[in-house]
């Protein structure tokens, strides 16, 4: 099993950290490094600026504060991008700081972990790297979840602080969203991972303001409507869906102002009793009594 010596913060991270309480300001974590480079454990790492042998950077998972003093940041380590295994005998957490990244903190293995090729046998490894940091708790950090990622309930665990419901400051870059339509909102629950729900969600909510903000008006005729009862009426309707619930109202065309026409208008309109939504019409039926003349309809939500 790995053991690992004390995270040190570097003396670029220091400054970077008391830059950010100064100014309150973001400090915007980009990646922890892992490498195979040899330490005694005699080394003083205060002045490091980067690993000894660097060999995969892993990007920020979660960002968590543990108390006043500690805070907790994870990975997830892969060997999706290795070929040959490695002992990793260092980690290092990097933000950016003056527009590259810098080093800020590192971590030295007493006893190494070894992770193999993805050829060899797939791995990973949750790894949970802390900091003791004065002050830990007025330190705001950002990081960007990145593309693909596909958490268990365990890596997002630490995303909402169970105490104060507080939720982590992540960025999510444009890559999570898919460029997806969504014509029907049954669509959201067939997507099965992160990515695609989220993008159906987002998708789903533009077709709901655009279905809910747009009127379709479409004339019930009354001469049209069958001469029995019940007396029913299709109305062809472009895009509608049998699984469409549209608000159907009564429009009155600018310039109507007589009140005996109005008054049988709303005569024809009440005498419908039901509307039944099927893929590209409607069917409008009146069991009481037939309209006797035509009224305008506005259609909303379809």
């Known amino acids: 099993m790995a053991n690992f010596r004390k995270t040190v913060v570097t003396n670029t991270g220091i400054s970077a950290i008391n830059n950010v309480l100064a100014s309150k300001q973001f400090l915007k974590l980009q990646s922890i490094k892992a490498g195979n480079g040899a330490y005694t454990g005699t080394e003083n790492l205060d002045n490091a600026t980067g690993l000894k042998s660097f060999k995969n950077s892993f990007p920020i998972k979660n960002v968590k504060l543990v108390d006043d003093t500690t805070i907790k940041i994870q990975t997830l380590i892969t060997n999706d991008d290795i070929t040959v295994g490695y002992d990793i005998t260092e980690y290092g957490v990097y933000a950016e700081i003056d527009g590259s990244e810098k080093l800020i903190a590192i971590a030295t293995a007493i006893n190494a972990d070894f992770i193999p090729s993805k050829a060899s046998s797939p791995a990973s490894i949750l790894l949970e790297m802390y900091l003791k940091i004065s002050r830990a708790s007025e330190i705001r950090f950002s990081y960007t979840v990145p593309e693909g990622v596909y958490a268990t309930t365990q890596q997002i665990e630490?995303?909402?602080?169970?105490?104060?419901?507080?939720?982590?400051?992540?960025?999510?870059?444009?890559?999570?969203?898919?460029?997806?339509?969504?014509?029907?909102?049954?669509?959201?629950?067939?997507?099965?991972?992160?990515?695609?729900?989220?993008?159906?969600?987002?998708?789903?909510?533009?077709?709901?303001?655009?279905?809910?903000?747009?009127?379709?008006?479409?004339?019930?005729?009354?001469?049209?409507?069958?001469?029995?009862?019940?007396?029913?009426?299709?109305?062809?309707?472009?895009?509608?869906?049998?699984?469409?619930?549209?608000?159907?109202?009564?429009?009155?065309?600018?310039?109507?102002?007589?009140?005996?026409?109005?008054?049988?208008?709303?005569?024809?309109?009440?005498?419908?009793?039901?509307?039944?939504?099927?893929?590209?019409?409607?069917?409008?039926?009146?069991?009481?009594?037939?309209?006797?003349?035509?009224?305008?309809?506005?259609?909303k939500g379809r």
């Open 158 to 299: 630490g995303f909402i602080d169970k105490d104060s419901g507080v939720i982590a400051e992540a960025v999510l870059s444009d890559g999570w969203l898919e460029n997806t339509t969504i014509t029907d909102i049954t669509e959201i629950g067939a997507k099965r991972t992160i990515k695609s729900a989220l993008s159906a969600l987002v998708a789903g909510l533009k077709f709901v303001i655009n279905m809910l903000s747009k009127t379709t008006e479409v004339w019930m005729r009354a001469n049209a409507f069958t001469q029995t009862a019940p007396y029913t009426l299709r109305i062809e309707m472009l895009g509608m869906k049998s699984t469409d619930t549209p608000i159907v109202s009564h429009l009155i065309n600018n310039g109507t102002t007589d009140a005996n026409t109005i008054k049988r208008l709303w005569k024809s309109y009440d005498c419908i009793d039901r509307i039944d939504t099927y893929d590209g019409y409607m069917i409008v039926s009146c069991f009481r009594k037939r309209p006797e003349v035509d009224v305008l309809l506005g259609v």
